[in-house]
């Protein structure tokens, strides 16, 4: 059964810092581009960020560079993002995706699989 977990949400401060994880299984990990994206209510589901754990090639979103950096361990199918001067408009609820194939930086319709998502709520 492909499972994707996301875990790691939660409230901060702005200019705090969060580290979400997600923990893969039921598939090849090294044959898939793992991203994670972010939905607000009422807004896009928007790509922050992606890792080829195949090669370690990272993307990144614009209004991330330089404050997020996802990372991955291979040997337990895990990936993290590590989310540093956080800010009130990073909240939303954070998605950890699968994409089989892709390019880094693909739209979410090209992932494959998806987890259910973890809240972070970033507070002025």
């Known amino acids: 059964e492909v499972q994707l977990q996301a875990s790691g949400g939660g409230l901060v401060q702005a200019g705090g810092s969060l580290r979400l994880s997600c923990a893969a299984s039921?598939?090849?990990?090294?044959?898939?581009?793992i991203g994670w994206f972010r939905q607000a209510p009422g807004k896009e589901r928007e790509e922050v960020s992606c890792i080829d754990p195949s090669d370690g090639s990272t993307y990144y979103g614009d209004s991330v560079k330089g404050r997020f950096t996802i990372s991955s361990e291979n040997a337990k199918k895990m990936v993290w993002l590590q989310m540093n001067s956080l800010k009130p408009e990073d909240t939303a609820v954070y998605y950890c995706?699968?994409?089989?194939?892709?390019?880094?930086?693909?739209?979410?319709?090209?992932?494959?699989?998806w987890g259910r998502g973890t809240q972070v709520t970033v507070s002025s």
């Open positions: 039921g598939f090849r990990f090294d044959d898939y581009v």
């Open positions: 995706a699968a994409g089989i194939g892709i390019r880094l930086g693909a739209p979410p319709l090209m992932y494959d699989y």
